[in-house]
């Protein structure tokens, strides 16, 4: 009898240990998760705050530099900035690339070719403000990219798309029913609409390619898409005086708005899917706003406040949860 007590009391820590081994097990691949959740919000925090730079820089820069050279260079810049810690795994994954060059180069016109140069187009003509409430819109785009792939929105999420959609057109057309648009402001809806679409065809990138390779080879391909517009641009309306004042918004753009932010945000993404950081980025307006009146003198009127309030009531409503 004792014997067998002392088996069975011996095998029974064993088999605890067993469980406690799945249990602990359980844990942490809870505790991994939660932690990629807090990195890919804060990446995405750090994204939408450097990018708030990039529409003051672009509005400072629409007298001086024109929309194409502005984005020229800005992505030479990146380039420059990324090839030190990206060659080697562009290298090693260069057989991959390949293989999947059709969505890069797709990426690459959506998220550097075309974006950021209407960006800069729209910054001849609005405020930074209003290209940064615009803007905030774009995960709307997100969410109806994820209703088109099949998942479903919800009352809740489609309510919040439509009021901020709402506050989007009171904004443009200046609180007019008129719909009398600003030629920038319709630029940026049109660069909203290729943030929006280069951020979901992010969720589609191949595992295989590495984060650095995938952002190098988009800012390669991306200037390389754009130097034929550059060249017409610099045949019909020449150069920009290379300043402090010209120089130094470019060199942000280049090394942080590109570099710095585009990996954050596309690690984000990877993290915690665009429509969460979708979330952080109604952040962006606000930002914006702040950064505009400390450094351009932008005031915020009352209908921006109006609008302001739609749109990141709108997004705050479609983010959460249930139907």
Request: hydrophobic fraction near 55%; charged fraction near 15%; aromatic fraction near 8%.
């Amino acid at each position: 009898m004792a014997v067998r007590d002392r088996v069975r009391i011996g095998s029974e820590p064993a088999g605890k240990r067993g469980r406690r081994t799945r249990a602990e097990e359980k844990a942490d691949e809870a505790g991994k998760a939660e932690k990629a959740a807090v990195v890919g919000l804060v990446l995405a925090a750090v994204a939408t705050v450097v990018w708030s730079g990039s529409f003051v820089t672009s509005r400072a820069l629409h007298d001086s530099v024109p929309p194409v050279h502005a984005a020229f260079w800005r992505w030479i810049v990146a380039i420059v900035a990324v090839v030190p810690f990206a060659a080697r795994e562009v290298w090693r994954q260069r057989a991959v690339l390949r293989r999947h060059m059709g969505f890069v180069a797709l990426a690459s016109l959506l998220g550097v070719t075309v974006y950021n140069t209407l960006v800069n187009q729209a910054g001849l003509s609005t405020s930074a403000g209003n290209m940064g409430m615009i803007m905030a819109a774009s995960p709307v785009l997100m969410a109806l990219y994820e209703r088109l792939g099949g998942a479903r929105l919800g009352a809740r999420r489609t309510a919040g798309m439509l009021v901020a959609c709402a506050g989007v057109l009171l904004l443009v057309s200046k609180g007019s029913l008129a719909m009398d648009f600003a030629a920038g402001d319709l630029w940026m809806l049109a660069a909203a609409v290729c943030f929006g679409s280069y951020s979901a065809l992010l969720r589609r990138k191949p595992a295989g390619i590495g984060g650095l390779a995938f952002l190098f080879s988009t800012f390669v391909l991306g200037a390389l898409m754009l130097l034929p517009a550059y060249a017409v641009s610099l045949a019909l309306q020449g150069g920009f005086e290379p300043t402090v004042g010209t120089v130094g918004p470019l060199v942000y753009v280049g090394v942080f708005s590109s570099a710095v932010a585009f990996f954050a945000w596309n690690k984000a993404i990877a993290l915690i899917g665009a429509a969460r950081a979708g979330v952080v980025y109604y952040l962006q307006p606000v930002c914006v706003a702040l950064l505009s009146l400390a450094l351009l003198g932008e005031a915020t009127g009352p209908t921006q406040i109006v609008c302001m309030a739609l749109i990141l009531g709108g997004v705050m409503l479609g983010a959460g949860r249930g139907r």
